[in-house]
């Protein structure tokens, strides 16, 4: 079955501008969780989806929000831009928050300049 | 919350060796990951293992929950095996929504 897909693969933002990402979760799989990943602090936790609601978020401001939708797909978005908002953001699915692990998609690399 | 910490940060070995990484954590947890990053940033999925040993061709993993470690053995390494290999748990009070991960062990294999 088809995998995590994350849409785009690369962006480039300049500061100030807002941005969508977009992660479809494998067939059948639930919940969708988002990190983000930087040199500087590795992989953090930025929130997790499951049947449309966010039941749990990281430590991260409010420009950072997102969304799932009634087929499971989801969508975050980063308001205002931040030099330090460039890295790669990953997309997670699992069945049901965790069950039987998660599966990760191939990441969006996002640039802000 | 959880601590994950994963060693060595750096490993650089002959093609052919063989290869052991160390996950260390806190606190108890319910379920346990290692994963593969690969040179363009995907994270690919190696071992779902809360307890107990699984192997899958030239990799195996350990983990001992009451000991708060788990191990990933590679045997026989190949270029293709170089990346960063995270381990990743989630806090046991937690759920299971969110998981928390190690530094990662940079493994380059030498031709």
């Known amino acids: 079955k088809a995998g995590v897909t994350q849409t785009p693969r690369y962006l480039i933002k300049t500061r100030g501008q807002q941005v969508t990402l977009s992660c479809s979760p494998i067939?059948?799989?639930?919940?969708v969780s988002w990190y983000q990943q930087t040199p500087g602090q590795g992989l953090q936790f930025l929130f997790e989806?499951?049947?449309?609601?966010?039941?749990n978020k990281g430590n991260f401001p409010g420009r950072f929000s997102g969304r799932q939708f009634s087929n499971s797909r989801s969508e975050m978005n980063v308001s205002t831009l931040e030099l330090g908002d460039s890295a790669l953001y990953l997309c997670?699915?699992?069945?049901?928050?965790?069950?039987?692990?998660?599966?990760f998609g191939s990441g969006t690399r996002l640039t802000v300049v | 919350g959880i601590q994950v910490e994963q060693s060595p940060p750096d490993l650089i070995l002959q093609e052919g060796a063989n290869s052991t990484l160390r996950c260390n954590f806190s606190d108890s947890v319910n379920n346990l990951q290692w994963f593969h990053q690969n040179p363009w940033g995907q994270l690919i999925n190696l071992f779902y293992?809360?307890?107990g040993t699984k192997q899958n061709g030239r990799l195996s993993a350990t983990t001992v929950a009451t000991e708060r470690y788990s191990l990933l053995y590679i045997s026989s390494s190949q270029t293709t095996d170089s990346g960063v290999y995270f381990c990743a748990a989630p806090p046991s009070n937690f759920g299971n929504e969110k998981l928390t991960f190690g530094t990662g062990t940079r493994l380059t294999i030498i031709p």
């Open positions: 997670a699915s699992s069945l049901a928050s965790g069950v039987y692990g998660y599966t």
């Open positions: 293992i809360p307890s």
């Open positions: 989806y499951f049947s449309e609601t966010q039941r």
């Open positions: 067939s059948g799989h639930r919940s």
